[in-house]
């Protein structure tokens, strides 16, 4: 059974930075491509970032390229979120997410079928 278990969330002033970590167990880590949603109150889930099991493509959103940087180590079976100068727009419960096959990019939340129970972020002006 697929476990992810995310954490580093907390509370911190707009500017300020943060980085997720997500353990994942249960799977060969290193054949699965990875990736970070969000969701904010009231709002849907959305993607943030993925990338690929080798950890040589990655892919963002519009809405934070350039300031969240994905990254994973593969020896740690652990997924990574680096996030730069952080305004309220990121608060939001991050999640991160294992796709549902081996060596097998994705490319909607349908994708990915194991999911962690979610950190918050929580961004204050």
């Known amino acids: 059974q697929v476990q992810l278990v995310e954490s580093g969330g907390g509370l911190v002033q707009a500017g300020g930075s943060l980085r997720l970590s997500c353990e994942a167990s249960?799977?060969?880590?290193?054949?699965?491509?990875m990736a970070w949603f969000r969701q904010a109150p009231g709002k849907e889930r959305e993607f943030v970032a993925r990338i690929d099991w080798s950890g040589r493509t990655t892919y963002y959103a519009r809405s934070v390229q350039g300031r969240f940087t994905i990254s994973r180590d593969n020896a740690k079976n652990t997924l990574y979120l680096q996030m730069n100068s952080l305004g309220p727009e990121d608060t939001a419960v991050y999640f991160c997410?294992?796709?549902?096959?081996?060596?097998?990019?994705?490319?909607?939340?349908?994708?990915?079928?194991?999911w962690g129970q979610g950190t918050q972020v929580t961004v204050s002006s």
């Open positions: 249960g799977l060969i880590f290193s054949r699965y491509d």
């Open positions: 997410a294992a796709n549902r096959a081996p060596y097998a990019l994705g490319y909607s939340k349908t994708d990915y079928g194991s």
